[in-house]
């Protein structure tokens, strides 16, 4: 017990700066619209919960479904993945809302607004992709501006050299305590600002007819409507499954000194590292 709550403390050294003020604010803006942004996603996914693939997709067979069925004992959620189905009652297809199973998508639970709203999803997702557009330009500009993406984002050849060493100590949770990145942290968060993020905004803006019209390069660029949506959705996930990554590491590397340093910027690292 006594080991995990140091875990949870982080090391005993002194602090050091670690995280600027524009970095900080950039992180937690982001963290709310990803919340919001993925929430109201499912609400809108739940109007047709369905994917597909091509410029000519084949309504009749989707590449993932989630549809519901009566069955004997009352009505059954089937989420179909290629040519398998899977019984999925209670979280995909058909899920309790309001007091009783309905056909849905994703639960309640899962979606902003909870009950089947599609126009409030809407405007919930278009408000705040807005303020996720603008959030990541001012910090793409600013991160090249004050060489932040060169100096601490991009790895360097020290860094790949050190890949196999720091994935070993992931693998044993044995975590670096010093103020820059280590490459792990390096690889993800670059891969996720400056690859995931400009995917999910195109893939979102080639779903708009309205700019399919203006720039219908989009289109092409990504082999139609339905492509385009299937790929947001794969993104809308993978930030999920990032988001997750994240917080365990955060909760194992030392809590209170990770949230600490992206509240105030100040983190605490190990003797070693600040001599």
């Not at 989420?79 to 998508?105: H, K, P, Q, W, Y």
């Not at 010093?178 to 803006?205: D, E, H, W």
């Amino acid at each position: 017990m006594k080991g995990f709550w140091a875990k949870i403390r982080g090391p005993a050294g002194p602090l050091v700066e670690r995280h600027t003020l524009v970095v900080r604010l950039s992180h937690w803006i982001n963290a709310g619209c990803l919340i919001v942004l993925f929430m109201s996603g499912l609400q809108i996914f739940n109007a047709h919960p369905a994917l597909y693939w091509g410029k000519t997709s084949d309504f009749d067979h989707p590449l993932l479904s989630m549809t519901a069925e009566e069955g004997a004992n009352g009505i059954k959620g089937v989420t179909t993945i290629g040519d398998r189905a899977f019984n999925t009652t209670g979280l995909f297809g058909a899920s309790e809302s309001e007091g009783m199973v309905t056909a849905r998508g994703f639960p309640a639970w899962a979606t902003l607004p909870g009950p089947q709203w599609l126009a409030m999803g809407r405007l919930w997702h278009f408000a705040f992709a807005w303020i996720f557009i603008l959030n990541g330009l001012v910090f793409a500009l600013w991160a090249v501006a004050r060489r932040h993406l060169t100096r601490d984002l991009l790895p360097k050849g020290e860094d790949w050299r050190a890949l196999p060493r720091d994935i070993l100590d992931h693998l044993r949770l044995r975590f670096a305590h010093t103020a820059r990145y280590n490459v792990l942290q390096k690889i993800s968060y670059t891969v996720v600002i400056f690859g995931l993020g400009p995917l999910v905004l195109l893939t979102g803006l080639t779903m708009s007819p309205t700019m399919d019209a203006a720039v219908p390069g989009l289109l092409a660029l990504f082999g139609g409507r339905q492509s385009a949506r299937t790929i947001h959705f794969l993104c809308a996930f993978s930030f999920f499954g990032f988001f997750l990554i994240h917080i365990a590491m955060v909760i194992l590397s030392g809590a209170w000194n990770n949230l600490r340093s992206m509240i105030t910027g100040r983190y605490r690292v190990t003797e070693e590292d600040h001599g």
